[in-house]
């Protein structure tokens, strides 16, 4: 690499930078067994073979849950969790639980207009003061920064960390409401519950946004 960039120097100045990312081999495991493969005896699974496995979305974020230059075990077995341990399906499924709620505001009689973004910008967002609110507001306003210095870095696994970062807090946030009524998204004081909605609406777009960069679908229904 040191020779290449030397080179290209020396041939055309400043004009041209070249900029080598290195990558560490992806060890695949199933059943709590390491997948061998010999480049010997021509053993070997290809990309297209995980890729038909798992679908896009899940090696897509899998291969960016490490830096390029970090070793990553990619686990066929953790991909079938539905839990925590899983990061695609922890992270898909938060924006799944968003449109949730979403969908019981409308059966609850909320109009489709109180719930655009345009009527739920002028809410009252004074009145998000709980622990887990703030935490989740404070994540969501990190993400304009975030985004810049992973482009300027070229890591683009900071998007998927930030993505299951998000989504915790989340899911913290459903968690709480579940243990207090009075932390429920949909609650019997309007303002309070358009305030929720509005957070909601601005976790579900930050999570679209975040996952389509990395070409990853964000589910709206998961079973």
Request: aromatic share 8%.
């Amino acid at each position: 690499m040191a020779r290449l960039e030397l080179a290209l120097k020396a041939l055309l100045g400043e004009q041209v930078r070249l900029d080598v990312k290195l990558c560490q081999l992806v060890r695949l495991w199933r059943d709590g067994a390491q997948v061998r493969m010999s480049k010997r005896g021509g053993e070997f699974i290809s990309l297209r073979e995980v890729l038909e496995e798992v679908g896009k979305d899940v090696l897509r974020f899998m291969m960016l849950t490490r830096r390029n230059d970090a070793p990553l075990d990619f686990d066929f077995s953790l991909l079938q969790q539905k839990s925590k341990d899983n990061p695609v399906f922890y992270v898909q499924y938060a924006h799944a639980r968003i449109c949730s709620v979403l969908r019981q505001a409308e059966q609850q009689g909320w109009q489709a207009s109180a719930l655009a973004r345009e009527a739920l910008a002028r809410v009252e967002l004074k009145l998000l003061a709980h622990e887990s609110e703030i935490f989740l507001i404070k994540q969501l306003a990190l993400f304009p920064r975030l985004v810049r210095q992973a482009a300027a870095a070229r890591e683009p696994h900071r998007l998927a960390f930030y993505a299951y970062e998000l989504a915790s807090r989340l899911h913290a946030l459903w968690t709480a409401g579940k243990e207090n009524p009075q932390l429920r998204f949909l609650h019997s004081d309007k303002k309070l519950s358009a305030a929720r909605l509005a957070l909601l609406q601005a976790t579900a777009f930050i999570l679209r946004e975040n996952l389509g960069m990395m070409g990853i679908v964000a589910e709206e229904e998961m079973r």
